[in-house]
């Protein structure tokens, strides 16, 4: 349980962000942004969160699952164990950056950059950042204010269905 309570939301880490009603907000909003662009398809998003949730072993975040993607137990497997050999060319090569963003961000190349553009063009390796960025703090705050795992799938893209999971 979060050491923060006193506020009532529709997931634990949204009970947290309410203490500052005016920051759930935004976040909601830059959250969902994050979600609702074509320029990354939803599964590399999907594999990256949760590729990053498993580098923190962020369990509030790891149990959350896109429904539209449907990852079977070996690929959530690979996620977690960080082998990356299955899944396709683009997904390996965003899942590779996911790697370094929770704790090796400067070391992320110009040749990783290259090979995002390659995969993504450059819109969709400014989303990707973007994004990697963004779940790698949704972690570290889920982390840090203790947030409890609540297993959830999602139908929709987060924010959707009005809620952060």
Sequence with gaps: MTWLTGHSAPTPFESVLAHRPELLTRFRTFYSTLWSTDAIPRR???LCRLRI???HDCEA??????AAVQLDE??????????FDSFAD???VALAV????PYGQHQVSDADVARLQRAFGSAGTVALLTA???????CRLKCVFGVVPK???????PLTEGCLP
Excluded: K
């Design 44 to 46: 590399v998003l999907e």
């Design 53 to 55: 949730a498993a580098i």
């Design 98 to 101: 996911a790697e370094q963003m």
């Design 132 to 138: 990697l960025a963004f779940f790698d703090v949704v």
């Design 90 to 92: 683009g997904e390996q």
């Design 61 to 66: 975040e790891w149990v959350v699952r896109d």
């Design 74 to 83: 070996a690929a959530l497997a690979a996620l977690h164990a960080g082998h």
């Design 151 to 157: 297993p959830r799938e999602l139908t929709t893209p």
